[in-house]
């Protein structure tokens, strides 16, 4: 797994309310999700896409990582200065999100993918208004809003998702 990165897109946010804002954090993790969804649909669950990684390695890489944002946002809505679990870099996470979740089934590791998102978008809903623009401390240290950290993630599995498309089906002619 090769280092990414991630740039935030940048929409206008006008003058949305905050519930707004949130449901529009939602929607980019929403349209993410659906994007894998329909990759998973045809995707063959052995097939090794990416060097010792299958379908259940890149779900529990993108599960580990709604697990290190959404204890973030719960961490800053507690008044509780976030872990930093990524902090010794961002491969040695991925390594780790992967690794603990070896010997764990696809199927298991497809209800996780699930919870972990459902539990980063409650995270979300949660926030009180007054800190959801609110500078946090991010898993790989250094400082970012609610808003960033789920543009990151949203793109991230829309990527991965877009990519393996594309992978599969360069390999297919
Ligand atoms: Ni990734």
């Known amino acids: ?13 006008g003058d949305l309310t905050l519930t707004e804002k949130k449901e529009r954090l939602i929607q ?6 659906q994007a ?12 090794e896409f990416y060097p010792g990684w299958r379908a259940k390695h890149l779900l529990a890489h993108i599960a580990g990582w709604d697990d290190a944002a959404a204890s973030s946002l719960r961490a800053h809505t507690g008044g509780k200065e976030p872990a ?4 010794q870099g961002i491969d040695v996470y991925n390594a780790e999100s992967v690794a603990t979740r070896e010997a764990l089934s696809y199927k298991h590791i497809v209800q996780e ?4 998102r ?3 978008k409650a995270a979300i809903l949660e926030m009180p208004d007054d800190i959801l ?15 960033q950290i789920v543009a990151i993630f949203a793109s991230h599995e829309k990527e991965h998702a877009e990519e393996i498309h594309a992978l599969i089906h360069r390999l297919d002619d």
């Open 118 to 120: 459902e539990q980063l």
């Open 113 to 116: 993918w699930e919870l972990a």
């Open 36 to 47: 894998m969804h329909a990759l998973l649909e045809e995707l063959d669950t052995q097939m």
């Open 84 to 87: 930093t679990p990524a902090v």
């Open 133 to 147: 623009e609110k500078p946090l401390l991010l898993p790989w240290g250094g400082m970012g809003t609610a808003a």
């Open 1 to 13: 797994m090769r280092r990414r990165t991630h740039e935030a897109p940048n929409e206008p946010e």
């Open 28 to 33: 980019q993790l929403d349209q993410a999700r």
